[in-house]
């Protein structure tokens, strides 16, 4: 125990010392790495978000100039619009979904048409309606030409012809832009052909004709007040089944909403000044929409830059793949207008409105969690392995000494054990020698059975020399087999039989049961006899209150079964696979005082594994044991 101890302190010392300062290094170190992957993760952002808002500033001074040309194309995502006192004057750009006013010049007096309405309303039918409006619908004025072709449509279906109504819609949809009634005839014709596919049930034509509706809506085809354009999606949305509006369309909302609010504003001015610029936010639609503005007493330019033209800013997009970051921009208000400004404040470069002469707080955040890099992980993961080597160095270490030390233990037992199986029958030979030499002995019957002693005492001491020579032999690998066929029911009777000359005069019986007809196997005579001889010599020495051991000879499958059992001390389940090793006793014998060297079973399991077989045992302490040998059949032996 003491030595144990000492080896303990000592793996303490020389392992785990070394192994907790390596880990604390380590530690040190990937601390340090942490601290400057930091550091530079600050840097990108910093740098990034200055480069975020000088490219911002760029594409808002481009915008900026594209209100004094007004040209015919603009940028992704900005709308350019021209309004006058009347409304609309031009429109560029992304189309909105609405605008503030349209401008109902060029449309006829409802003079021209005053006359053919009082036709439809009389008797007997539309007919002279009809006739009237075909003749209106050959008019060059486009205007004159949509307004009769919508009534004619309608006096149509009044009569029943479904067809001519249809046709009549179809080439109103020709007069594209034409304002009937304040809304454009292509419009006009879609919704008059979806109305008439509803009445008539019939659904495929209606969702083809909502369809190109929608559509046309979506691209902005028509200049469309608030009103016109909320009616006209109300039905797509019926008509297709749709519950509301998508992203694109709240987008294009937005837009429409900060040009109705800028234009509202300007007319609301007694009296503007003259190139006033203005730049200014407009929340709508859950989106905030930057409103950029050149106005004077008699025309209004506004440029609208929405949330979809910042996410296509090619110059933010090359900065979040080179620097690692995201961007976020968020309004006065903290309202988000590009992404959201999500995650620690320490993971954040923040450049406000006020230090960048932006209309929003510009955001940048890092996509990488900054706290260390494959360097980092590498460094640990070295030392981990170093530590594990070291830990495992050190228990293998331990290991082994500590094997090394059972082993000197168990051999200075072994040494222990021989050395008092030794002096008893020498003791005893010795004694009764100077009895003999010294002429001690009162009868001749007394001489023979002193002699008889020293035969006995001989033969012990020569099976003992034997056994040990034989297992030295063995652990060496010098030990020559002489495999034959043997019957082994006659080798082990004659193991019995010798066995029994010994017990019987201690008082043991030994109980021999065999099956007949048992194939022969391939064995060794003298090397199994001594496996069956120390098997029994165990039972008998471990059994002190039961003096029968009982052997059973069977088959089983390709092969042959000894038992050898008792009813002895037992050998607990701890120590039933530790008994067959060299020099190995169990604590019951030692307790007992039960002599024995320790290597008896542990050249029986040698000896029966050259023999292509098993040994084995199953025991419970106070119960008894019993050894089984499994042999293979000469036939069936490698």
């Not at 930091?38 to 480069?51: G, I, N, P, T």
């Not at 399991?605 to 084995?616: N, P």
Request: charged residues 25%.
């Amino acid at each position: 125990m003491l030595r144990s101890r000492r080896l303990f302190v000592l793996f303490v010392a020389t392992t785990l010392a070394p192994a907790i300062g390596l880990g604390w290094l380590g530690w040190r170190l990937v601390e340090q790495d942490r601290a400057l992957e930091k550091q530079r993760a600050q840097e990108r952002r910093d740098h990034a978000a200055d480069l975020g808002a000088a490219a911002l500033e760029r594409a808002l001074a481009e915008i900026d100039e594209m209100l004094a040309t007004v040209p015919d194309s603009g940028r992704q995502g900005v709308s350019l619009v021209v309004f006058g006192p009347q409304g609309v004057l031009r429109h560029t750009g992304a189309a909105l979904a609405f605008y503030p006013a349209t401008s109902a010049a060029g449309e006829p007096s409802p003079s021209v048409f005053a006359a053919v309405e009082a036709l439809e309303f009389q008797s007997p039918g539309p007919t002279g309606a009809i006739r009237a409006l075909n003749e209106l619908a050959q008019a060059k004025d486009p205007a004159v030409r949509g307004g009769a072709l919508v009534r004619l449509a309608r006096n149509y279906r009044k009569s029943g012809d479904i067809p001519r109504a249809l046709g009549a819609f179809r080439e109103l949809g020709t007069l594209a832009d034409t304002r009937v009634n304040g809304l454009p005839a292509g419009l006009l014709a879609l919704q008059g052909s979806a109305l008439l596919f509803e009445a008539l049930n019939k659904q495929e034509d209606l969702r083809s004709q909502a369809s190109l509706l929608d559509a046309d809506l979506r691209n902005g085809r028509w200049l469309l007040t608030r009103a016109s354009y909320g009616f006209a999606k109300e039905q797509t949305r019926r008509w297709l089944g749709r519950a509301a509006a998508d992203p694109d369309e709240r987008d294009r909302l937005a837009l429409a909403a900060a040009a109705e609010a800028a234009w509202k504003e300007w007319q609301a001015a007694i009296r503007p000044e003259p190139h006033t610029r203005g730049r200014r936010t407009v929340w709508a639609e859950d989106r905030s929409v930057l409103v950029l503005s050149r106005s004077s007493p008699d025309r209004l330019v506004v440029a609208l830059v929405g949330p979809p033209f910042l996410q296509s800013l090619a110059e933010l997009r090359s900065l979040r793949a080179a620097q690692h970051v995201d961007f976020a921009l968020t309004d006065a208000e903290g309202r988000p207008v590009l992404g959201r400004p999500e995650g620690p404040v320490s993971r954040q470069s923040v450049r406000t409105a006020s230090a960048t002469r932006l209309p929003w707080t510009l955001h940048a955040i890092s996509t990488t969690n900054g706290e260390g890099s494959g360097r980092s992980r590498l460094l640990l993961a070295a030392i981990a392995l170093m530590a594990v080597l070291v830990l495992g160095g050190g228990y293998l270490v331990n290991r082994a000494i500590s094997r090394e030390i059972t082993v000197a233990r168990l051999q200075a037992d072994f040494v222990a054990a021989v050395s008092h199986e030794f002096r008893t029958p020498l003791t005893t030979m010795r004694q009764l020698s100077e009895l003999l030499v010294h002429d001690r002995v009162s009868t001749e019957d007394r001489r023979r059975q002193f002699y008889q002693v020293l035969l006995q005492e001989s033969d012990r001491l020569h099976r003992l020399v034997d056994g040990l020579l034989n297992f030295g032999r063995m652990e060496a690998g010098e030990i020559q087999y002489r495999f034959e066929p043997l019957d082994p029911s006659i080798l082990l009777r004659e193991v019995v039989a010798e066995f029994r000359q010994e017990a019987s005069k201690t008082g043991y019986a030994i109980e021999l049961q065999e099956s007949s007809g048992l194939p022969p196997v391939r064995a060794d005579r003298e090397s199994l006899a001594r496996v069956f001889w120390n098997l029994l010599d165990n039972a008998v020495k471990y059994s002190p209150d039961c003096h029968t051991v009982w052997v059973e000879l069977a088959g089983v499958g390709k092969g042959i079964r000894v038992h050898v059992r008792d009813r002895g001390l037992g050998i607990p389940a701890g120590e039933q696979k530790e008994i067959f090793r060299k020099f190995v006793r169990g604590a019951a014998s030692r307790a007992a005082a039960i002599q024995g060297t320790g290597v008896g079973l542990a050249m029986a399991r040698q000896i029966v594994e050259a023999h292509g077989g098993e040994i084995s045992v199953e025991s419970k302490p106070g119960e008894g044991s019993v050894f089984t040998v499994l042999l293979p059949c000469a036939e069936h032996t490698v």
